[in-house]
């Protein structure tokens, strides 16, 4: 369960410094302008301490058609709508505590709320020998699975994560069947 004296709170422009600094620090591979934080305020959480410290940051869209790109049976209605996760990151000495499923549960929230039936993500971790058995384990316990892309593009081969918001006993995600691997082996 999350700290009580961790706060998760809509984002503010003047969060934007502590929030680059903690992407950099967890996902050093992806950076944050100041013009895109700007554009994610409408859809970014962040995780507070009591101090003021910015040690978790959540981000993602309500209208995707993201979903469409993957195997689903049978194929559901052209007008369920998709959430995508893009950014999900927590301070490394503050993991384990409930705040990276704080902001989670939180985007699921917002998606339901936007009237969306699916949630995928694409999850990258700086770690790829240890680090995609553990983002398993994460999204996993949340319900997300690894689904089979259907396009023959660049993604094909990367970690794709889903679930539906909403339960319908005839569709049914085909989940892939995935094994971690070491990339260049």
């Known amino acids: 369960m999350c700290s009580p004296s961790i706060t998760i709170r809509p984002a503010a422009c003047d969060d934007y410094e502590a929030a680059a600094e903690l992407n950099r620090q967890v996902a050093p591979h992806r950076d944050l302008t100041r013009e895109q934080f700007e554009r994610w305020l409408g859809t970014t959480t962040v995780a507070e301490t009591g101090r003021g410290e910015i ?4 981000h993602g869209n309500h209208s995707s058609a993201t979903w469409q790109s993957f195997v689903v049976t049978p194929e559901p209605p052209a007008e369920w709508r998709c959430s995508y996760l893009d950014t999900l990151v927590v301070a490394h000495q503050h993991r384990d505590h409930g705040i990276g499923a704080a902001l989670l549960e939180r985007f699921l929230d917002a998606a339901r709320a936007a009237g969306n039936t699916w949630v995928v993500l694409r999850p990258a971790s700086p770690d790829p020998v240890h680090g995609v058995e553990e983002l398993l384990v994460f999204y996993g316990a949340a319900g997300f699975v ?7 593009h660049g993604l094909t081969r990367a970690l794709v994560l889903g679930r539906a918001l909403v339960e319908h006993p005839g569709h049914t995600i085909e989940p892939l069947q995935v094994t971690a691997t070491v990339p260049g082996r």
């Not at 040690?55 to 959540?58: A, I, K, P, T």
């Not at 690894?146 to 023959?152: K, T």
């Open 146 to 152: 690894p689904l089979q892309h259907r396009l023959a």
């Open 55 to 58: 040690v978790g940051l959540c």
